[in-house]
C-alpha cells in the first residue's frame, strides 16, 4: 500500500505521522508519501512497524517523472 493511500485511510496528516516517525520533518514525510524521494533506513524500519507492515519498502521507493526527463531533453534539443 502506499503511503498516501495509507495516510488517509488513517486520516494522519504530514505532522503527525513525522511525529510519530521522529527525527524527520513534516516536509520530509510529504516528500515520502508523494514519492519524491526514498526514506533512509531508519524511517523505512519505523514506517513498517507504524503501518503495521502496510507500507513496505518498495511502496515508498521514488518514482521516476519521465514527462519532466523528456520536455528537458526536447528544451536542450531546441538549443542546440
Do not use: H
Amino acid at each position: 500500500m502506499l503511503l498516501s493511500a495509507w495516510m488517509r485511510t488513517v486520516r494522519l496528516t504530514n505532522r503527525e505521522l513525522a511525529e510519530k516517525i521522529g527525527g524527520i520533518s513534516a516536509d520530509g514525510v510529504n516528500k515520502l508519501r508523494y514519492r519524491q524521494r526514498g526514506p533512509s533506513i531508519r524511517v523505512a524500519a519505523r514506517l513498517f512497524e507504524i503501518t503495521s507492515g502496510k507500507v513496505g519498502m518498495a511502496d515508498l521507493m521514488p518514482c521516476n517523472k519521465p514527462k519532466q526527463a523528456k520536455a528537458s531533453v526536447a528544451a536542450e534539443a531546441d538549443r542546440a
